[in-house]
């Protein structure tokens, strides 16, 4: 079946990095769109960032600039290169596949991974 396991995450100060790893399995990967979204506590889940099969990006505004994603296709690869890290991007992060174009919208997306928890401390 497929999965999706995201890994990295832990506890930085604030203007630290942290860089997000998502490895794909039993998913033919080149062929989906890849997204990271991001979930405080008590918040609904948001978009992070996405990059389609053909390598475009996007960024919501709070991120550009400073979130850098990427992909991997022969390693079956997805990444979240994040720097000057806030406070306010402490969430549980995820990363998601789509066998269509990709988009913002999250619950167009197929595959999840568990999650990888980032704590940014001020």
């Known amino acids: 079946q497929v999965q999706l396991v995201e890994s990295g995450g832990g506890l930085v100060q604030a203007g630290g990095s942290l860089r997000l790893s998502c490895a794909a399995s039993q998913l033919t990967f080149s062929t989906y769109s890849m997204a990271w979204f991001r979930q405080a506590p008590g918040k609904q889940r948001e978009f992070v960032t996405f990059?389609?099969?053909?390598?475009?990006?996007y960024y919501t505004d709070s991120v550009k600039g400073r979130f850098t994603i990427s992909r991997d296709n022969a390693k079956k690869m997805g990444y979240l290169q994040m720097n000057s890290l806030k406070p306010e991007d402490t969430a549980l992060y995820y990363c998601?596949?789509?066998?269509?174009?990709?988009?913002?919208?999250?619950?167009?997306?197929?595959?999840w991974g568990q999650g990888t928890q980032v704590t940014v401390s001020s």
């Open positions: 990059i389609t099969r053909g390598g475009t990006t």
């Open positions: 998601a596949a789509r066998s269509l174009g990709a988009t913002v919208n999250r619950n167009a997306y197929d595959y």
